[in-house]
């Protein structure tokens, strides 16, 4: 039978290493190249990918990888997803809010997440039932304070300028129901905000899996609810919040 808990031992260990590699390695951010509209690469994306990879297949020779920058592959339906540097942009401009993203998926769904934050010395994870913590210390969304007190991270499609106009008529009912809103420029820390009570929604479009997969399961652990308005996981538009606001998130959205 296969242990998912030495796998959750091993993605904390492995996203530590990574965390380690990215600090020392910061300066690889002025080496860039353009994937798509205003998707970036740096060489720091591609040697931290390989180093999460490496690690990976040494311990677990037979799993599957579905990494951001190597894609797909292996047979196993037990696959590690991984995205090296969730916020490349904050990675290049050196703000401190890029993540190293690590989640495992077997037939029952995403079993476990870890996502690091190397600036700030953090790292959420969560384990399938058994809740979310942050450095260790158990989680939970924020269900108490009122809507109008709290902050959203609300991301403008900068990569789909053709939803733009839409977005922003979603984003002025946002603004009618909370407090304020920030975009931090990575999805991963977006929902581990939402699952530590920082914020009590995130919406965006266009994600990939491998950028919420980590995040996705701290959330729901913490207590949380999540929306995907579509099911391929190569274009995902992500609604999520705490429990107690998703109804009326959700009302915002398809008003």
Request: proline content about 3%.
């Amino acid at each position: 039978m296969m242990d998912l808990k030495v796998r959750f031992d091993k993605a904390l260990e492995i996203a530590d290493k990574a965390s380690a590699f990215l600090l020392s390695h910061e300066n690889l951010r002025s080496e860039i190249s353009e994937k798509g509209t205003n998707d970036f690469v740096t060489v720091a994306d591609r040697k931290c990918e390989e180093l999460i990879i490496s690690s990976i297949l040494e311990a677990f020779p037979s799993d599957s990888i579905f990494g951001e920058e190597s894609g797909r592959h292996g047979g196993s339906r037990n696959r590690w997803i991984i995205d090296p540097i969730d916020g490349t942009v904050d990675f290049m401009s050196s703000f401190p809010d890029y993540t190293v993203s690590i989640a495992f998926e077997d037939d029952n769904g995403i079993a476990f997440g870890v996502v690091a934050v190397p600036r700030q010395h953090e790292v959420f994870s969560a384990f399938r039932g058994q809740g979310a913590f942050l450095n260790g210390k158990r989680i939970h969304t924020d269900e108490s304070t009122p809507v109008s007190e709290t902050v959203a991270i609300l991301v403008p499609p900068h990569r789909y300028h053709n939803l733009l106009d839409g977005y922003m008529k979603q984003m002025r009912r946002f603004y009618e129901t909370v407090s304020d809103m920030r975009s931090l420029g990575s999805a991963a820390i977006s929902l581990c905000y939402v699952a530590s009570g920082r914020v009590s929604m995130y919406y965006e479009l266009g994600l990939h899996l491998y950028d919420i997969a980590a995040g996705l399961v701290i959330l729901r652990e913490a207590g949380g609810k999540v929306t995907l308005l579509s099911d391929d996981e190569d274009w995902l538009d992500v609604a999520a919040s705490c429990t107690a606001y998703h109804d009326r998130m959700m009302e915002i959205i398809n008003d």
